[in-house]
C-alpha cells in the first residue's frame, strides 16, 4: 500500500528564508508525487506534481521539489518565503492502479511566515 | 478558481438525518473525486467517478452514497448522520481521460457539514 508521511505538522520561518517542507513516500511501484496548498477557507490547488519524468520539479510560486528515489523522498522547497506563503502544505501520492487517480495525501504542514 | 464549484458552501444538521452534497467539475472534467477532511482523519479519498461510473471506492461507510449524473455532475449522500460526520467534505475534477493516475485534481471550495 502506498503512503507518504509528513516530517513536522508546524514549520515556521522568517520572510527571505529557505522553505523546506519534508515529505517521505511508501510505494511499491514507482509513485506519482504531488505537492497541494490550501489556503485558510479554501480548496486544495495543485503547486507540483512528479510523474516520473524530471527530478527535480519546477511548480508555482517560486516552489520545486526533488524526487530522490535512494531516500524516497519528495522535499518541497523555496528560496525565499513570503508572507503570503503562511497556508497548509499537503504532499500526496497517487494510489491507484492506470485508470484511477485516488490521492493519499500526508497529514499536512502549516507553514508561518513571520516578518 | 478552480472550477470546480461546490453547493451548498455550509451545512448544519441534526444526528440522524440525511444530507446531500452537490458538485460541479470543471468544464470538460470528465473524473468526479469525493474527499472528506477533518481533524482527525486528515484527508481521506472517499470515492472516484469516471464518466458516470463508478471507478475506485475509499474508506467511505456504508450510509454514504455518491452518484455521478449524465451531465457529470456529483452528489454526495450522507444518511443516519452522526456526530462524526462533520468535516470539509471536498469535491476535485480532473480530466480523466488516461484514466487518471497522473492526472492534475482540481478542488473545489468544499462543504462544511456541521452535525448537532
Known amino acids: 500500500a502506498q503512503s507518504v508521511t509528513q516530517l513536522g505538522s508546524h514549520v515556521s520561518v522568517s520572510e527571505g528564508a529557505l522553505v523546506l517542507l519534508r515529505c517521505n513516500y511508501s510505494?511499491?511501484?514507482?509513485?506519482?508525487l504531488f505537492w497541494y496548498v490550501q489556503y485558510p477557507n479554501q480548496g486544495l490547488q495543485l503547486l507540483l506534481k512528479?510523474?516520473?519524468?524530471?527530478?527535480l520539479v519546477k511548480g508555482i510560486n517560486g516552489f520545486e521539489a526533488e524526487f530522490k528515489k535512494s531516500e524516497t523522498s519528495f522535499h518541497l522547497t523555496k528560496p525565499s518565503a513570503h508572507m503570503s506563503d503562511a497556508a497548509e502544505y499537503f504532499c500526496a501520492v497517487s494510489a491507484g492502479s492506470g485508470n484511477t487517480g485516488k490521492l493519499i495525501f500526508g497529514q499536512g504542514t502549516t507553514l508561518q511566515v513571520k516578518p | 478558481d478552480s472550477g470546480v464549484t461546490q453547493t451548498p458552501k455550509h451545512l448544519i444538521t441534526a444526528t440522524g438525518q440525511r444530507v446531500t452534497l452537490r458538485c460541479s467539475p470543471r468544464s470538460g472534467d470528465l473524473s468526479v473525486y469525493w474527499y472528506q477532511q477533518s481533524l482527525d482523519q486528515g484527508l481521506q479519498f472517499l470515492i472516484q467517478y469516471y464518466n458516470g461510473e463508478e471507478r475506485a471506492k475509499g474508506n467511505i461507510l456504508e450510509r454514504f452514497s455518491a452518484q455521478q449524473f449524465p451531465d457529470l455532475h456529483s452528489e454526495l449522500n450522507l444518511s443516519s448522520l452522526e456526530l462524526g460526520d462533520s468535516a470539509l467534505y471536498f469535491c476535485?475534477?480532473?480530466?480523466?481521460?488516461?484514466?487518471?493516475?497522473?492526472?492534475?485534481?482540481?478542488f473545489g471550495p468544499g462543504t462544511r457539514l456541521t452535525v448537532l
Open positions: 510505494s511499491s511501484v514507482p509513485p506519482y
Open positions: 476535485a475534477s480532473s480530466p480523466g481521460a488516461s484514466g487518471g493516475v497522473t492526472d492534475t485534481q482540481y
Open positions: 512528479y510523474t516520473s519524468a524530471a527530478t
